[in-house]
């Protein structure tokens, strides 16, 4: 690719820019920088185009609370376009609970958080991802598939995005309930998934609405007998590639017309950087700056785990039963070079992404780069910040095993027990020192402070100004007649009629706003920016001094209030 800088001289070359001077570290010698070939139509399923009814009855499903166990969450609701397709929490509260984003608790009793982070979705339906979730789990292998369910996944789905869309809902914690709540809860709880998959493809072909839509997708169905789960994640998958794809960045325009002054000078210090003494490129490659590879990187670990190793210290002290750490790709290949690694996440859109990590552990871009320079003194530095984790007012607890299983509500003088879980991993040196000894990543002492801020002002470029919009993909109903998740506009009903706004956590959308400008767009307490009188005229400016960004977009907050 020829690359035109409109900076100093540079020398070009076929695949190939020279730059000089390397702004990030001027007066030091000329650096190659290898640049990937921009996406397009033919890199994403459907070639980028998935049939329109098909993608219609996606969007539906996406958003609707039916194919959750207790008709109280939605696919939307945990990764919602109006937080950068997450949730913007670290880690998140599943079915049970009520609100979004960081104004989301416990409306009924639930058994915990979610223990891994709600992975962004955008671009999800490119070709390039064969694997899905943070161990890769779901994973293309040829002529088979390797996945959670083993034989009893339906054969044929073709493409790993559709066969993920089988298990976020047998889940109990994220939407199935627990055992007792719902037929669904009692098959997830025993792990048949089959008659999830069955109750749930019975459920929607039950409704007159949806029947329609799903003769218009698929010509087989003829009849409620004819729907299965499998066309419903078919829709599911067709959905997100249109409605996440987002590749118009001006990092995106620069691999297109190989002209760097779409970014301005920080962001080609950073470009350089990247591509450079950083190293950045070497993991996060390709137009998706990711090798879709799995990583042992020392990331700090926050919440309950996932019931991985061998420790019971947690157990022991506190009498509540559960192993509390997340051992990650590891559980997937038994391979012990998987030890604590995790995918290599996109960086595209990654400024409105937060929080970062597995488990959600860093709210600032600069944070997470600090750590890639030293992880393993990273994570034995770590301390947990104050409301990283939403609280959990309303708990149950496992009381009986065996042919039936039973909850009860936690006692009040356990609560404390319960909550260590959080930061048991981080306080306890036997469980860091085996994350730390697994690490991969070499620590450097090549990047200075300037250095840092000049790669947080290139992945500040990866964002495409249209993400926004992507909050209006939510319909305003469903076939199946309840709320839309996430349901912003109920929150904007009640501003617009005198009633205090909870969005994001703020009682109004611009408090809402400012809280996203602040973590997406590093406005720092001490640039004397204090939360005060003006916050339009705040984040008017900051949005303005972002690269990645128009001169003024709207809050995506507020937008989606419209």
């Not at 065996?402 to 040196?429: H, I, N, Y």
């Not at 640039?527 to 005060?532: D, E, I, K």
Request: proline share 7%.
């Amino acid at each position: 690719m020829l690359i035109k800088f409109n900076f100093s001289k540079a020398t070009l070359l076929l695949g190939v820019v020279l730059l000089a001077p390397i702004l990030a570290n001027p007066g030091s010698a000329q650096q190659s920088l290898r640049l990937p070939q921009p996406l397009d139509d033919r890199d994403f399923l459907y070639d980028g185009t998935p049939p329109e009814d098909l993608v219609e009855l996606g969007r539906n499903l996406f958003f609707d609370p039916i194919l959750s166990g207790n008709r109280n969450i939605s696919c939307g609701t945990c990764h919602d376009p109006g937080n950068g397709t997450g949730d913007g929490l670290a880690l998140g509260i599943g079915e049970g609970g009520t609100g979004i984003g960081t104004n989301r608790i416990t409306q009924d009793p639930v058994t915990g958080r979610v223990p891994r982070n709600a992975q962004a979705l955008w671009n999800i339906g490119a070709r390039a991802y064969t694997s899905m979730f943070h161990d890769g789990r779901v994973e293309d292998l040829g002529l088979t598939q390797r996945n959670p369910a083993g034989q009893a996944l339906p054969s044929g789905l073709g493409t790993a995005l559709v066969a993920q869309a089988f298990f976020p809902v047998t889940s109990p914690i994220e939407m199935a309930g627990q055992f007792g709540e719902n037929p669904i809860a009692n098959a997830a709880a025993v792990e048949d998934r089959a008659i999830v998959w069955s109750l749930l493809a019975s459920r929607v072909a039950a409704v007159p609405g949806y029947m329609t839509l799903l003769k218009a997708a698929f010509a087989e169905v003829k009849h409620p007998s004819d729907v299965t789960y499998t066309q419903l994640a078919k829709a599911l998958a067709a959905f997100q590639t249109v409605g996440f794809r987002a590749h118009n960045s001006p990092f995106d325009r620069v691999l297109r017309t190989g002209d760097t002054s779409h970014l301005a000078q920080d962001a080609r210090a950073g470009l350089a950087l990247f591509y450079g003494d950083a190293g950045c490129s070497g993991c996060h490659s390709g137009p998706l700056l990711t090798d879709h590879q799995f990583h042992a990187i020392a990331m700090p670990q926050i919440g309950p785990g996932k019931g991985h190793g061998a420790d019971l210290s947690y157990w022991r002290e506190t009498g509540l039963p559960g192993r509390t750490e997340d051992e990650g790709r590891y559980r997937v290949t038994f391979q012990t070079s998987d030890l604590f690694a995790f995918r290599t996440p996109s960086l595209l859109n990654v400024a409105i992404t937060g929080p970062w990590g597995h488990s959600g552990t860093f709210d600032n871009l600069g944070a997470v780069i600090r750590h890639h320079i030293d992880p393993v003194g990273s994570l034995k530095t770590y301390e947990l910040p104050a409301g990283t984790l939403p609280k959990i007012d309303r708990i149950q607890r496992l009381a009986a095993r065996g042919s039936a299983l039973t909850f009860k509500p936690l006692e009040p003088t356990r609560r404390d027990a319960f909550a260590a879980r959080d930061t048991w991993v981080m306080k306890t040196f036997t469980l860091t020192d085996r994350i730390a000894a697994a690490n991969t990543l070499p620590a450097r002492d090549n990047l200075s402070d300037a250095d840092v801020r000049y790669l947080v002002a290139f992945l500040e470029t990866l964002t495409d100004p249209a993400v926004d919009q992507v909050a209006r993909l939510v319909p305003k109903t469903v076939p199946s007649g309840l709320d839309p998740q996430p349901n912003r506009q109920t929150d904007c009903d009640l501003g617009k009629s005198g009633h205090e706004v909870t969005i994001a956590g703020h009682v109004n959308p611009l408090d809402a706003c400012y809280d996203r400008c602040s973590r997406a767009h590093r406005l720092e307490p001490d640039m004397g920016l204090a939360r005060g009188t003006n916050k339009a005229e705040i984040i008017r400016q900051q949005l303005g001094q972002c690269h990645s960004w128009p001169a003024f977009v709207e809050c995506p907050v507020m937008v989606a209030c419209r």
